[in-house]
């Protein structure tokens, strides 16, 4: 199951709605499962970026072509939702 990224609300400078239409996506993380790859999307949502998980239907398959989840976000977002996930990796587990 994938996510879809929900519409954005910010107004363009001539207070016409900003198009996505042509806005690319890129991968900032792969994970090995959807509730690990959601875990993210949420995290990233929750810091205001909007991302979605891909690929959650053949991460799971042992057959010939297994895959990760990834977590894509805009081209625009993907740095910052790169700072975020570098900063998740340095903190350590508290159990």
């Given amino acids: 199951m994938t996510q879809s990224i929900p519409p954005e ?3 363009t400078p001539d207070n016409t ?19 690990a790859a ?3 999307v949420s995290i990233l ?4 970026i909007r991302a979605v998980a891909v ?3 053949t991460a799971g398959f042992v057959a010939e072509a297994p895959g990760w989840v990834q977590v894509k976000t805009f081209e ?18 508290d159990f």
């Fill in 76 to 93: 625009r977002d993907a740095e910052k939702a790169r700072e975020i996930i570098a900063q998740i990796k340095a903190e350590p587990l």
């Fill in 38 to 40: 959601t875990v993210l």
């Fill in 55 to 57: 690929g959650g239907f």
């Fill in 9 to 11: 609300s910010p107004q």
């Fill in 17 to 35: 709605p900003p198009s996505d239409d042509d806005a690319t996506l890129v991968t900032v993380a792969e994970r090995p499962t959807e509730p």
């Fill in 45 to 48: 949502a929750d810091a205001g």
